[in-house]
C-alpha cells in the first residue's frame, strides 16, 4: 500500500536518493524562470521521452499518477480561456504537470527507505537542538508516500460510487475513506511499533 516505487527497475533506481532529489530541486526551480510556451512544450515532450525509453508499463503507470491533476488542468484551462489568455494559461499547465511528473519520477525510482535517510541527513541539525530526527524523518516520508494513494483511492471510491449512483453524491465517500486513512495509520502504526518504534533520539 504505502510503496509507490516502481517493480521495474529502470536506469533511474541507479541514481542515488539525494542526487535525484537535488537534480529535482534545480529543475523545478528552473523550470518556473521559462516563459517560453515553446520551450516547456518541449519539456514536457522530453519528460515523456524519460518515461516511455524505460518502458511501456513504466510510462503508463507514470501517466496514471498525473491522472489527479485534471481538475486542476480544467479549472486553469477553464479560467485562461475566459479571461483570453491562452498563452498564460497553457505555460502554467505545462509547468504544473512537468513539475509533477519530474517528482513522480523521483519517487517511483526511490526506495521510502532511501528517502527516509536523506531527510534524516538533512535534519540532522536539528539534532544540536535536542530534536530527534528520525521521528520528523520518517513522518515527512510517510506523509510523501501516502498523499497519491489516497488521491488513488479516492479516485477508486467515486468511480465505484458513481456505478452504483446516478446523482452527484461525492461526498459519500468522506466516511470510508476516513475510515480507510485510520486503518492505514493503525497498520503504520503497528508496523514501526515492532520494529522498535522512532522515539530514539538520534545520535550524531
Known amino acids: 500500500m504505502l ?5 521495474q527497475k529502470t536506469i533511474f533506481h541507479k541514481i542515488s536518493a539525494s542526487q535525484k532529489l537535488l537534480a529535482l530541486c534545480v529543475l523545478s526551480t528552473a523550470l518556473f ?15 515523456m521521452a524519460l518515461y516511455l525509453a524505460q518502458g511501456w508499463s513504466f510510462a ?18 477553464l479560467y485562461h480561456g475566459v479571461t483570453n489568455d491562452i498563452e498564460t494559461g497553457g505555460e502554467i499547465i505545462l509547468r504544473m504537470l512537468i513539475a509533477v511528473a519530474l517528482a ?4 517511483m525510482t526511490t526506495t521510502l527507505n532511501d528517502m527516509i535517510d536523506v531527510l534524516m541527513r538533512l535534519l540532522r541539525p536539528l539534532n544540536w537542538f535536542g530534536v530527534s530526527t528520525k521521528p520528523v524523518a520518517i513522518t515527512i516520508a510517510l506523509f510523501i508516500r501516502f498523499i497519491p494513494t489516497l488521491i488513488d483511492r479516492s479516485i ?23 475510515l480507510s486513512v485510520l486503518n492505514d495509520a493503525e497498520h503504520v502504526a503497528n508496523a514501526l511499533r515492532a520494529r522498535g518504534g522512532v522515539g530514539t533520539k538520534d545520535k550524531g
Open 3 to 7: 510503496t509507490l516505487t516502481s517493480p
Open 33 to 47: 524562470q521559462v516563459g517560453s510556451l515553446f520551450i516547456l512544450s518541449g519539456l514536457i515532450f522530453t519528460v
Open 60 to 77: 503508463r503507470f507514470g501517466a496514471r499518477m498525473l491522472w489527479p491533476l485534471w481538475p486542476f488542468v480544467a479549472i486553469i484551462a
Open 104 to 107: 513522480n519520477l523521483v519517487t
Open 156 to 178: 477508486t471510491m467515486l468511480a465505484a460510487l458513481r456505478a452504483r449512483s446516478a446523482g452527484k453524491s461525492g461526498w459519500r465517500i468522506i466516511v470510508p475513506l476516513t
